[in-house]
């Protein structure tokens, strides 16, 4: 039925294309594109082995559209799914444009030079898309992705008015390391050592890095966990596109263990994103530190333990106020008996399989450039359920 691109071979990348040779009544034809070849080519081999189908691997440079072009215009994919890195949508974003080829990824652009977190530069994409008639959808991964999804389906059937938000990420799992972060560490240390960033009654108000935190009792034996406030991009547009929403905030799990680390890192200046002279060479202390650090991809085997992420939500529905938490439960060591991956990249790698399939099919349509909430959250709620992230609505007023 439809023929997908993927580009980008990371641990995301690795699982959405399993997860779409798992769908082979959507995805007749994968092609994995990404800088090294050979890691397309072991993704390929764990698909092959795990679900006996073929897929096509390419190599590409994202940074240059020319030759993303020349890979479109060669393979004629149906729609092109970005799991490289967020310095690459606007290249993809460009050559989508020059191909005729609708466009998902997970995660906003960001410029190398500096760590902003905004959907400004895709959200300008709007009216091109538009007249070209394509469909570019943003943010398909967990959070942002499934997060705003979930935030669609309480305006539907919750809620009239949604008043408080709290997204909250938790990460109960182990990989054993003494530091590794479990996606690309450049992104991941980036986002975490950035201020914190709250919506409040119409304006957004900023915190130090990681000084606010709450204790939240996670489900189904989780147990309770020190959260700290963050800034995460998807609550830029929610508070736009939620009805009456007063508070949005953010929340993420971080154990003691990686928040010593980071500081010891931070203060010797190993998280900078500033380039310094190294013996006549410009080396930026950020991209060196995460050529040190374990592959996100790499922890795939060794992590135990279970992932909780879920939103919190206040709200009124005929003038009654309701408080709800809407969440998934994903467990490390079963995704990489599936996927042979860890729980991060599957909570993101399915819904970009997901957001594609919404795509392909028709489920969801459109011209231009959307955000997740924007679109009807009934089939991709239903699909998460079928493929490996069932969800939990819990009604916290009976509790
Ligand atoms: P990885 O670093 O594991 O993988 C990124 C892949 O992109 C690598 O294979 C890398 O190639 C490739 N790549 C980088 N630059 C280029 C380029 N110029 N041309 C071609 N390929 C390139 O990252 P993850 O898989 O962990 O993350 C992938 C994306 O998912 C990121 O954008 C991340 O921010 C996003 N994400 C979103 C989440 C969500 O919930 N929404 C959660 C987690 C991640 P090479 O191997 O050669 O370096």
């Not at 967020?86 to 410029?111: F, K, R, S, W």
């Not at 800034?231 to 939620?242: Q, T, V």
């Not at 993420?252 to 006549?280: A, C, K, Q």
């Not at 909780?308 to 490390?332: A, L, P, Q, S, T």
Request: proline letters at 5%; aromatic letters at 10%.
């Amino acid at each position: 039925m439809a023929k997908v691109l993927i580009i980008g071979a990371g641990g995301v990348g690795g699982v959405c294309t399993h997860k779409c040779a798992q769908a082979p009544e959507v995805f007749t034809d994968i092609v994995l594109a990404s800088r090294t070849l050979s890691k397309c080519d072991a993704i390929a081999a764990s698909v092959k082995r795990k679900t006996g189908r073929t897929i096509t691997t390419a190599k590409v440079d994202a940074d240059n559209v020319p030759e993303l072009v020349a890979l479109i215009r060669a393979h004629k994919p149906d729609i092109v799914v970005n799991l490289a890195l967020p310095y690459q949508d606007l290249t993809i974003m460009d050559a989508c444009l020059e191909t005729g080829v609708p466009y998902l990824d997970t995660a906003n652009y960001e410029p190398l030079d500096e760590a902003k977190f905004e959907y400004k530069w895709q959200w300008a994409y709007q009216n091109r898309f538009k007249d070209a008639g394509l469909m570019a959808l943003l943010g398909s991964g967990f959070d942002p992705g499934v997060t705003n999804v979930f935030c669609a389906y309480a305006m539907k059937h919750l809620f009239d008015e949604m008043h408080e938000l709290d997204i909250i990420d938790c990460n109960a799992g182990d990989h054993g390391h003494p530091f590794a972060t479990n996606f690309n560490p450049e992104i991941n240390i980036r986002e975490v050592t950035a201020r914190g960033r709250y919506w409040d009654r119409g304006e957004w108000l900023e915190t130090d890095p990681l000084s606010w935190s709450m204790m939240y009792n996670f489900p189904e034996g989780i147990g309770p966990k020190k959260c700290f406030l963050m800034y995460h991009e998807e609550l830029e547009s929610l508070a736009i596109n939620i009805k009456g929403l007063r508070r949005a905030r953010f929340w993420m799990t971080f154990s003691d263990n990686y928040l010593n680390h980071l500081r010891v890192l931070e203060n010797v200046g190993m998280t900078s994103i500033e380039p310094v002279d190294h013996n006549g060479q410009q080396i930026v202390p950020l991209q060196f530190l995460k050529s040190v650090l374990p592959e996100p991809a790499s922890l795939g085997g060794r992590t135990k333990g279970r992932t909780c992420i879920g939103c919190k939500m206040k709200g009124v529905k005929n003038g009654e106020v309701k408080n709800y938490f809407i969440y998934n439960i994903c467990d490390h060591e079963a995704c990489y008996e599936e996927v042979e991956s860890q729980a991060i990249s599957y909570t993101t790698g399915v819904p970009a399989m997901i957001g594609a399939m919404m795509m392909v099919t028709g489920a969801w349509k459109g011209e231009g450039v959307f955000n997740m909430e924007q679109l009807d959250p009934d089939p991709f709620m239903d699909k998460l359920n079928i493929h490996g992230l069932p969800w939990v609505v819990v009604d916290l007023d009976k509790q």
